[in-house]
């Protein structure tokens, strides 16, 4: 984006692209992982106590609705993930805000 100031000089406005696509795998694949998951192997993505095992099991359906800020080094993602409960054969949806970091080459739910 360019825009001019008062004193004729072109300033630029520089966006930080987020990268959902790296990103939009990392969820996907966690919640495919997460209600089977016990608290041993969250901790691998997750910090402590974030999010707990649900002990249930759930069939992972779709990501719904996700949307990414970048806030410093950290994103923030806001969304929905549809579930199909084996046992009662219904739809369980579940909102999630989440704050990820990138530490090396993973990513880790951390708040």
């Known amino acids: 984006m360019l ?3 008062f004193t004729g000089f072109k300033l630029f ?6 990268p959902t696509n790296e990103i939009s795998e990392f969820i996907t ?3 495919k992982l997460y209600p089977i998951a016990t608290a041993n192997e969250l901790s691998y993505n997750v910090n402590d106590g974030i999010l707990k095992p649900t002990g249930k099991y759930y069939i992972f359906q779709e990501l719904v609705n996700p949307i990414y800020n970048r806030k410093g080094n950290q994103i923030t993602v806001s969304l929905a993930v549809k579930y199909l409960d084996q046992q009662t054969k219904a739809t369980q949806v ?7 970091e990138k530490s ?8």
């Open 94 to 100: 579940s909102q999630f805000d989440l704050v990820l």
């Open 3 to 5: 825009w001019t100031d």
């Open 13 to 18: 406005r520089v966006y930080f692209l987020v």
């Open 29 to 31: 694949t966690f919640f």
């Open 104 to 111: 090396g080459s993973n990513w880790k739910i951390i708040k």
